[in-house]
């Protein structure tokens, strides 16, 4: 889905000048929140054989993980009161909105590689152990 927006990257150019760096940090960040999402689709996939099952439970997580770090539920919390500033940080922290909202400025930092190879890596592991386990 990513490669047929390419024609939109040669209408920028022709029109402007764009930066390259943002363009590329945006497409990459693009690519790994996508990667995120179809190792956890797949991990949910793996301990259930029903696929409807599979496919809701896998929207439910990625929709959670993506509004946790949305700007306006995090203003909601924040309003609550000064108590949920170790709430607010850590829900920055683990949402993938706020890691993906940095590649779109151009902004590709190390802490959001680790922490979606961390998500890919871990599910794509379980998703084997669950896969073995049930083969023996």
Known sequence: ALALTFPMI?????L???DPWTIFSGYLGSFLVCL?????TTLVSSFTRDQVVA?????AICCLLTMIGWEPVINEVRRTGPETKEAVEL?????IFSH????????????SLIYL????SVCLFGTNLALKSQRA
Request: proline letters at 3%; zero cysteines.
């Open 117 to 120: 190879g961390g998500i890919i």
């Open 91 to 95: 829900m920055t922290r683990i949402g």
């Open 100 to 111: 993906f909202f940095d590649a779109t400025l151009g902004r590709i930092s190390y802490a």
């Open 55 to 59: 496919l809701i439970v896998s929207v």
């Open 10 to 14: 040669l209408t920028v150019n022709y």
């Open 16 to 18: 402007g000048s764009p």
């Open 36 to 40: 995120t999402f179809l190792a956890i």
